[in-house]
């Protein structure tokens, strides 16, 4: 093999464990954004988010707080597949505002979803690319498995 095909073998393999590392890293901090709230949920606002209606991006609805939290007329929450009107179940609201993310596991795969849909991605390119076909495999199967479990949680 020739000098200058090495090189860009190995500038290949760099670029695709760059983009692997840019798909991971960008999927954990789009997880990480709604996830904290609930791992780090110590000392914020707990309650009972009742669905009253819902629109194109948000639902709204009547919020029941626990012992320690202050009463709201009304909190917001993102749209999922599984907000119908008359659901309820826990949320922790964001600081400063009336926004609420759904906790339990539920709450917990949901805000991880990105993560795992990152995870197959790279799975990939890990294998396609880089012919890391057990670290691939690995990858899709633990995205998949994300990707699964939210569906059944929710």
């Not at 695709?16 to 840019?22: D, E, G, K």
């Not at 194109?56 to 749209?79: F, K, L, N």
């Not at 609201?93 to 596991?105: D, H, I, M, Y």
Request: aromatic share 6%.
């Amino acid at each position: 093999m020739k000098s200058s095909q090495r090189v860009a073998m190995i500038a290949r393999n760099g670029a695709m464990a760059l983009v692997t590392l840019l798909l991971l890293v960008a999927g954990g901090w789009a997880s990480w954004e709604t996830a904290h709230h609930i791992i780090l949920a110590k000392g914020r606002e707990h309650g009972t988010l009742t669905v009253t209606g819902c629109g194109e991006d948000t639902c709204t609805g009547a919020y029941a707080p626990d012992a320690q939290s202050p009463p709201r007329s009304g909190v917001i929450v993102e749209r999922s597949v599984a907000a119908q009107r008359g659901d309820a179940f826990p949320v922790v609201l964001k600081p400063g505002s009336a926004e609420a993310v759904r906790t339990g596991v539920p709450g917990f795969l949901h805000a991880w979803l990105p993560l795992g849909g990152a995870l197959i991605l790279a799975s990939l390119i890990l294998g396609g690319g880089l012919r890391l076909t057990r670290t691939a495999w690995a990858a899709g199967v633990a995205g998949a498995a994300v990707l699964v479990a939210t569906f059944l949680a929710l």
